[in-house]
């Protein structure tokens, strides 16, 4: 079955402890991208990679890292988290042939919601 | 600002009538698309519509773009309970090749048996 998968869907933490976001997609799409869904807010995208080793930042970088050494993989770092990254995360993933996207729609995996205490 | 503005943010009706949302952005686009969320779950594409099209159909969801005066209209017909979901528009501004998806902060649909 064509999906993204997220891990963890769930997460409780405290300021200031290293945490990862595993993003996978097995549609074999260049595209992957994160966002960040707050009320009243909307989505709102974290970085975006278009294949491997490119990745760039989207509208709301600060305080997030993200790695793309796998077409498949492309996880959501926070080094020091803090509690206004308290949100319900979003990974994405859409087809591309090289730097040009295919269709542009995007497939979303289930949410992380993260709570930093 | 978000580029793109649903309204209303929350509509109300019951099963069988027709749900309107619109959508306002500021900027050229490539193509705008509408997504559904079902409470606290990931999005769902329902469809795309490009820049030089006017008017599309999917089923029971039509969708209009007006590039004129920068708007969307998503019509959902007959509508079910299992349409209560919040939809988003979202622009896609991708001009050189890579996509740039903008999305509004949503309209909240709540379809009444």
């Known amino acids: 079955e064509a999906q993204v998968t997220q891990n963890p869907r769930y997460l409780i933490t405290v300021t200031g402890k290293k945490l990862t976001v595993t993003c996978s997609q097995n549609?074999?799409?260049?595209?992957m991208s994160w966002y960040r869904q707050d009320p009243g807010l909307g989505l709102r995208q974290i970085y975006y990679?278009?294949?491997?080793?490119?990745?760039d930042k989207g509208d709301v970088p600060e305080g997030y890292k993200v790695s793309r050494k796998e077409k498949r993989n492309f996880p959501l770092i926070l080094e020091s988290p803090s509690p206004n990254q308290t949100s319900l995360y979003f990974c994405?993933?859409?087809?591309?042939?090289?730097?040009?996207?295919?269709?542009?729609?995007?497939?979303f995996g289930p949410g992380t919601r993260l709570t930093v205490l | 600002s978000q580029q793109g503005e649903e309204d209303p943010q929350a509509l109300s009706i019951q099963e069988g009538e027709n749900a309107t949302m619109n959508c306002s952005y500021k900027?050229?686009?490539?193509?705008l698309q509408w997504y559904r969320q079902n409470s606290g779950r990931g999005l769902v594409h329902l469809i795309l519509?490009?820049?030089?099209?006017r008017e599309k159909h999917s089923g029971r969801l039509r969708v209009t773009l007006d590039t004129s005066k920068k708007s969307s209209s998503l019509l959902i017909t007959a509508s079910r309970a299992a349409d209560t979901a919040s939809y988003f528009c979202?622009?896609?501004?991708?001009?050189?090749?890579?996509?740039?998806?903008?999305f509004g902060t949503g309209t909240r649909l709540l379809v009444s048996p």
């Open positions: 994405a993933s859409g087809a591309g042939r090289g730097s040009i996207p295919v269709n542009n729609e995007q497939f």
């Open positions: 549609m074999n799409h260049e595209y």
């Open positions: 990679s278009m294949n491997v080793e490119v990745t």
């Open positions: 900027t050229s686009i490539n193509n």
């Open positions: 519509i490009r820049s030089n099209e």
């Open positions: 979202a622009t896609d501004l991708s001009n050189t090749g890579f996509q740039k998806l903008v």
